[in-house]
Structure formats: C-alpha cells, structure tokens
C-alpha cells in the first residue's frame, strides 16, 4: 500500500515555483498550489483551499451534486432541453398520464372531457408535474363552484326583486297572476323553459303579466294539461269526459298525481267556461 504524502520539513528556500507556509507546529510546510500555472494557482477558487485535501473534498461533493443539477437552457426554443428539466421535475412522458385528482364540484356537475384533454395538453406543454396538475384542476373546481354560488345568489336576488316588483304593481292579485303565468309556463318544451327559468327575464313583471294573459287567452279553448286533446278540439263533452276520467282516478287506489290534481282543477274550469259561451253569458278574460 502506498505510503501517505507527509510534509517535509525543510530549513532552506522552497523549490522553484511553490510558495511556502508555515505550519503550526513551526515547520515550513510546501504549498501545493505552486506546481500549479501561474493561471490557475492565482486563482480565488484555488485560494480558498491552503490544503489539498480540502480542495479534493469540494471537488469530489460537487461531482456528486452534478449529478443531482438542473441545467437550464440557454434557448427559450430548446425543447430537448427543457423537456430534460421538466422530466427531472417529473413531468410525465405523455399529457395522458396524468390522474385526474378528485375535487369537489357542484351536485350533478362534472370536468367536460374535451375540456379535461386540453387541459392535460396544456399542463405538458407547461412543463407541469403531477402535484402542480392536481393543484390546476382543484382551483378549477373551486372556480366552478363559486359561479355556480354567484349564479345562484344573482338569480335569488332577481326573484326577490321581481315579486317586490309584481306585489307593488298588482297588490293582492300578484299570486293569482304567478300562478297563471307558472301555468303557461310549464307547457312551454323542455329546452326551453330551462334556459327561460335561469335567466333574469323569470321574474320580469312584463313578462310574468303576458305569460298570465297568454295562459287565460289560450286556455279559453285549449287544454293545457294533456297530450290527450288537439288544439281546437275541446268541447263540453270532450272536458265532460276528461272530468270523469279524472274523479274515477282519484278514488282509485292510486289516486291522482300532483299534475292530474291540478289539471282537474283547469277542467273544471274550462268545462264552465264553454257552457258559459254556449249559453251566451261567458267571455274571454284579458
């Protein structure tokens, strides 16, 4: 095995081209920076170390952190380059593979899947590890749901404003006048009275006045509740025979449903309505 270095002592000049210290124990000992060029052993690195030992430590924990080292493009368009850095944060290989984290949203409210592929797309072009794509898709969750809270305070205080508004323009006959309104209003398809329900025009005055209007227009000489009857077909013995139909159901063990119970009711009053007319002393409502 070879032996350790061990410093010399020395009583004369040191050798051409090294610089001497001296040690602590009175010796002169030789500095090993001054086999080194001129360059490099005037250099401030070098200065930092008067040991060889100590310098051969710092070089060998910095070869081991170089390992460990993020070397950030010089080039904003070195996609190789930055797609090393970003595999080194843990980007996955593929916008694919990244797990869609479970967050909160709105009751019966999902993450569109084409919104969820570009969202993922976007994230690996951003360089986005799994943490940060989980810290993405809960603050779009939170985003949702607070439109989804301001949606629904805007639309309580539209109703609020509108039945002020219905109370102060019609007095004590604004709930006959909603309820005439609301009659017409679920007759109306599907699509429609969806977009219809949730936007501000729901509870405009004007509009709830001309929904009551058309449903007392309309209602005059067509059945609103059944598919059972045309447009123009209603007669006192097709409302007669309707009328039956319904008070047999609702001694029947089934009884009637919330819908039929209101539909009796509008029967009734057409079925008076028509026997008015025929007898010359009925007239249509305004």
């Known amino acids: 095995m070879a032996e350790a270095a061990v410093a010399e002592p020395t009583t ?3 050798a051409a081209g090294t610089t001497a210290a001296a040690g602590t124990d009175g010796l002169t000992l030789l500095d090993w920076r001054g086999s080194l060029p001129a360059d490099l052993r005037s250099d401030p690195v070098l200065q930092q170390f008067p040991h060889l030992e100590g310098a051969a430590k710092t070089l060998v924990s910095q070869q081991k952190m170089l390992g460990r080292a993020l070397f950030v493009p010089e080039q904003p368009d070195d996609a190789d380059g930055w797609g090393k850095v970003y595999a080194k944060l843990g980007r996955p290989e593929t916008a694919a593979e990244y797990a869609v ?8 409210m999902g993450f569109d899947a084409e919104f969820m592929r570009g969202l993922k797309e976007v994230a690996h072009a951003s360089g986005m590890n799994q943490k940060q794509f989980d810290q993405v898709v809960a603050f779009s969750g939170q985003t949702l749901r607070q439109g989804v809270n301001l949606q629904g305070e805007a ?10 508004e219905l109370a102060k323009r019609f007095g004590a006959s604004a709930p006959r006048m909603v309820e005439r309104a609301s009659a017409f209003f679920e007759h109306m398809s599907g699509p429609a009275r969806e977009k219809f329900a949730a936007s501000p025009l729901a509870n405009d005055p004007d509009v709830i006045e001309a929904f009551a209007q058309w449903f007392d227009r309309l209602g005059e000489g067509e059945f609103f509740d059944s598919d059972h009857y045309q447009a123009g077909t209603n007669t006192a013995e097709t409302l007669d025979k309707r009328l039956d139909e319904l008070t047999a159901k609702e001694f029947s063990p089934g009884g009637l449903t919330p819908q039929e119970q ?3 009711g509008r029967v009734a009053q057409q079925l008076v309505r028509v026997r008015e007319r025929a007898q010359g002393t009925g007239g249509r409502r305004g």
């Open 155 to 164: 639309l309580a205080r539209s109703l609020d404003e509108g039945q002020r």
């Open 101 to 108: 984290p479970t967050v909160e949203l709105p009751e019966g």
């Open 12 to 14: 004369g000049a040191p």
């Open 262 to 264: 209101t539909e009796k």
